[in-house]
């Protein structure tokens, strides 16, 4: 008798199976569909919890609306290499949006920030604060985060490590703020009141349904209204206010850590690049002074030079003359003349006569 065994996919196939077959239950449940881009299917929240939702290719559910789906609840079964699961999802057969005129009034304001967001300086992240560190010495930074929030710690950790001794480049000042619609707009009008170069809006990760209650409308028009740089690092959300949120702002960072990592290796380079320059510029100094130094010995050289070939000029005429004399043949006593003969005789004359008078 062969012995019989199973496969750890085979028991989880099985429980799925088993599941399944007693668990067709037709459902009508409401709440807020929202997207797992990471995961590519929909979900439906009550802000508390969520569900998965399986839906036809053709089918596509409206992003952020709240809604009546009618399908059946069935068992999903999802298989890892380490982990196997089952967990409960909804095959939608139709839906319908509850509040229509709601969501019309959502659109046409959607439709004003699209309009707004078209006359909004855009500020390009390397481009911002490679200028801003070129401009300044220190350059502030406002983090807006939620109510007892660590992700800011996170976030400066993270820009510590990676900027190293150049750290104390940034600023940082904090806001703490909830992160709902009106209280994130008057923060982020806040941070234009209070003097910082650019806004880091920090979300650290958490249950997808909290990720999808980031913001609103008012906090998208704040973005736009805001005259200074505006990032996100909110984790991985999947809620079109969320999404609207990235298109508002000057660049979407995946979390906080990413977001102060990459700020922190911006401020490096541009702090090593700094150092390279001024010593580039002693450099060049100093090869300067050199330079002089160097065409002042030589006009030092080049006047000694003169002088020796001067006095080689004045050996070479000496010896060229003794040379000559050398070669001359030496000249005969002169004769005395006469007159000088007569003279020293008559002198003696006078000495004798002098002599015998005496």
């Known amino acids: 008798m062969s012995e019989s065994w199973l496969t750890p996919s085979d028991i989880a196939e099985k429980l799925s199976s088993h599941i399944s077959s007693g668990f067709l239950l037709p459902v009508k449940v409401r709440g807020t569909v929202i997207l797992d881009r990471q995961r590519g299917y929909y979900r439906l929240s009550d802000g508390k919890a969520g569900i998965t939702l399986n839906t036809e290719n053709s089918l596509a559910l409206p992003l952020g609306v709240e809604v009546e789906i009618d399908g059946v609840l069935i068992a999903n079964l999802f298989c890892k290499e380490d982990v196997s699961m089952v967990y409960p999802a909804i095959n939608v057969n ?22 707004l967001l078209k006359g909004r300086n855009h500020y390009g992240f390397w481009e911002t604060f490679s200028r ?102 909110i984790g991985h959300s999947f809620d079109r206010m969320v999404s609207l949120m990235g298109k508002v702002s000057d660049g979407n960072f995946a979390t906080p850590s990413i977001a102060g990592q990459e700020l922190g290796r911006l401020v490096r380079i541009m702090s090593e690049l700094e150092g390279l320059e001024d010593k580039t510029k002693n450099t060049q100094i100093e090869l300067r002074l050199t330079q002089q130094q160097l065409e002042q010995q030589l006009k030092e050289l080049l006047s000694l030079r003169e002088q020796l070939n001067l006095k080689e000029q004045q050996l070479q005429e000496y010896f060229t003359l003794k040379e000559q004399l050398k070669q001359q043949p030496p000249e005969p006593p002169k004769a005395i003349p006469t007159w000088v003969w007569v003279l020293l005789g008559a002198l003696g004359l006078i000495i004798l006569l002098l002599l015998l008078l005496k």
């Open 94 to 115: 139709s839906y319908k949006v509850l509040d229509e005129d709601k969501e019309r009034e959502f659109q046409k304001r959607l439709a004003e920030v699209e309009a």
């Open 132 to 233: 801003l560190l070129m401009e300044k010495k220190a350059v502030k930074v406002g983090l807006i985060h939620g109510n007892s929030a660590q992700v800011w710690q996170d976030f400066i950790s993270a820009f510590r490590s990676a900027a190293g001794e150049y750290a104390d480049r940034i600023e940082f000042v904090r806001f703490e703020s909830s992160l709902a619609d009106g209280e994130l707009a008057k923060s982020i009008e806040e941070t234009a009141k209070s003097g910082v170069h650019a806004v880091f809006l920090l979300r650290g990760g958490g249950p997808q349904e909290e990720l999808a209650r980031i913001g609103g409308l008012e906090s998208l028009l704040a973005v736009i209204r805001l005259d200074i740089p505006f990032y996100t690092a």
